[in-house]
């Protein structure tokens, strides 16, 4: 089953502008991350955030973190056509038992329009 | 982080027969796991492979439709059986990398006809 929501599900924007997804969860975790997915295929890591951090950078990327709201956000700034691509957010289990699997969000599509 | 070659890539298959997707990765890691991801679909958690036990799968997949092997801590294959068109979807394997997050498969794109 999926963890929680992203929104918006698809966003459109020009080359230059910034993009901000936002993800909800609905349990305890331990980290939430972020991925991209080019064109159905595989999956790439772009930030972790543990739970215990409030925002985290790394280049074009900021995300933050609210464990209280239970959400997180995922920033690309001064965006390029080449960052067209399916975001998904992933959580990671509070409890290592829990088998170290992620459960991800639906997913937020994104274009940007040269 | 690790790197994880999965093959194969891409394949047509018709309904009633079997896959079996690799996954190797460069690296031993205890765990490895496999996701679904159905067309136009966020990506769902199959089963956890450990080497030298069973696989636990999540709820609604079952090891008589989706067998996993893990004969050693680098390698695992998952077979999709008796497929139908309803199986088509693209198959992940990925193993955690700890503070680098999850490296995955390049995902083979599975369409049954």
């Known amino acids: 089953s999926q963890q929680g929501e992203e929104d918006p599900q698809a966003l459109s924007i020009q080359e230059g502008e910034n993009a901000t997804m936002n993800c909800s969860y609905k349990?305890?975790?331990?980290?939430l991350q972020w991925y991209r997915q080019n064109s159905g295929r595989g999956l790439v890591h772009l930030i972790l955030?543990?739970?215990?951090?409030r925002e985290k950078h790394s280049g074009r990327l900021r995300v933050t973190l609210d464990t209280s709201k239970k959400s997180s956000s995922l920033l690309i700034t001064a965006s390029r056509a080449a960052d067209t691509a399916s975001y998904f957010c992933?959580?990671?289990?509070?409890?290592?038992?829990?088998?170290?699997?992620?459960?991800f969000g639906q997913g937020t599509e994104l274009s940007v329009k040269p | 982080s690790a790197v994880i070659s999965q093959k194969p890539s891409r394949d047509i298959c018709q309904r009633g027969t079997s896959l079996t997707i690799q996954c190797q990765v460069d690296?031993?890691?205890?765990?490895m796991f496999w996701y679904r991801q159905q067309p136009g679909q966020s990506l769902t958690l199959i089963a956890t492979?450990?080497?030298?036990?069973?696989?636990?799968?999540e709820s609604g997949f079952v090891i008589d439709k989706f067998p996993i092997s893990r004969p050693n801590l680098t390698f695992s294959t998952l077979t999709v059986s008796n497929m139908s068109p309803e199986d088509s979807s693209i198959y992940l394997c990925?193993?955690?990398?700890?503070?680098?997050?999850?490296?995955f498969g390049s995902g083979t794109r599975l369409t049954v006809v």
């Open positions: 690296s031993q890691v205890t765990m």
């Open positions: 992933a959580t990671g289990p509070q409890r290592y038992n829990q088998g170290g699997k992620l459960i």
């Open positions: 349990t305890s975790i331990n980290n």
């Open positions: 492979a450990n080497q030298g036990s069973e696989a636990t799968y």
């Open positions: 990925s193993v955690d990398t700890g503070s680098y997050g999850y490296t």
């Open positions: 955030i543990r739970s215990n951090e």
